[in-house]
């Protein structure tokens, strides 16, 4: 009796897989939904899209790596990711090898050169890591099978196909991130519609493969989002007793300055000559906690990516960078 009902349950396991694999994302009514949407609004080719979706397939593994982010390990144990003998030498040789590029965006965007650097490093290895994933499977696969965060994906897959009619891209071959980010710079769909730039005006902007575009395109981006030319990014702190702890904050906005800070026993170890507000930082260790105030400019950084921790990254290792260059240049 047992192996028969076994023997039945395998078949009924089976017709489920066959029904499920021949099943396309163009027959759910969501995605349905989104495809009028795309035709009404922006004027798509239904077919055109039905065959889009009909390709593009939900990936377990997209769900899996985006519930497992870097930025939800403690600081001692995200920092030794980026801050590496490595990836500082590799971001000196890209400084070395974009030097003209890099100090034109300097000139044009008020960002450091350093600070492009570090984030093409951060982001991709300097471009040696831009994603292995379709984007239409990523986007389609959090638009859809993601719901805390759906209708933010919905949005970016959106971008994404608007994108791709723009610039002329075949929406089934363009890879990046499991998240959707593309290229040199990762830039989401609707970052590379807002913010990417054709630098060295050849009249397309390929942030895949050409550092040019993506050394302009992240300048823009830091100077669209307020980067200020010649301020601080942020500065060791420290703390007199545990009053600190009544302002510590999960935000990233700014919201405290010198004087009140040193009302709660805390202080920097170089401080801007300006007052402005300060956000107070608390990176965890294995042992001491570790202090920061970051100032304007560090936000803006977070602004690429809403975490304290990347941001923190991406400054250390522009300052190592930047140390390791003019040594060489020095000697």
Not at 17 to 23: G, M, P, Y
Not at 57 to 82: G, L, V
Not at 264 to 280: A, L, N, T, V, W
């Amino acid at each position: 009796m047992n192996t028969i009902k076994s023997f039945f349950l395998l078949i009924s396991l089976l017709g489920f897989i066959h029904t499920a694999s021949s099943d396309t994302l163009s027959s759910r009514t969501d995605v349905k939904q989104f495809i009028d949407e795309m035709v009404n609004e922006h004027e798509f080719d239904e077919a055109n899209l039905k065959n889009i979706f009909d390709q593009a397939k939900i990936r377990e593994s997209i769900i899996k790596a985006i519930s497992r982010p870097a930025e939800a390990k403690p600081w001692y144990k995200y920092r030794p990711i980026f801050l590496t003998a490595d990836r500082i030498k590799l971001g000196v040789k890209f400084l070395q090898e974009n030097e003209e590029t890099l100090r034109r965006a300097e000139q044009k965007y008020g960002v450091p050169v350093e600070i492009i650097v570090a984030i093409i490093g951060v982001e991709t290895r300097y471009g040696k890591h831009a994603g292995k994933y379709k984007v239409i499977n990523s986007l389609s696969t959090l638009a859809f099978e993601y719901p805390k965060r759906s209708r933010f994906f919905r949005s970016e897959l959106k971008h994404f196909l608007l994108l791709c009619r723009e610039q002329g891209l075949d929406p089934m071959q363009v890879k990046g991130s499991y998240a959707g980010a593309m290229g040199i710079p990762q830039f989401i769909s609707s970052s590379y519609r807002s913010y990417a730039a054709d630098f060295d005006s050849d009249n397309k902007i390929d942030i895949w493969d050409n550092p040019v575009d993506a050394i302009g395109s992240v300048g823009n981006y830091f100077k669209v989002h307020g980067w200020k030319a010649g301020e601080m990014v942020a500065t060791r702190a420290e703390v007199e007793n545990d009053k600190y702890l009544a302002v510590l904050s999960k935000g990233l906005e700014l919201h405290m300055n010198s004087s009140e800070l040193a009302q709660y026993g805390i202080s920097g170890k170089q401080m801007p000559e300006q007052d402005m507000k300060i956000k107070f930082l608390e990176y965890e260790q294995k042992k001491e906690p570790e202090f920061w105030l970051g100032f304007h400019n560090f936000y803006v950084i977070t602004r690429y990516n809403h975490s304290a921790l990347y941001a923190m990254a991406v400054y250390q290792l522009s300052t190592e960078i930047l140390k390791k260059y003019n040594a060489q240049k020095s000697s």
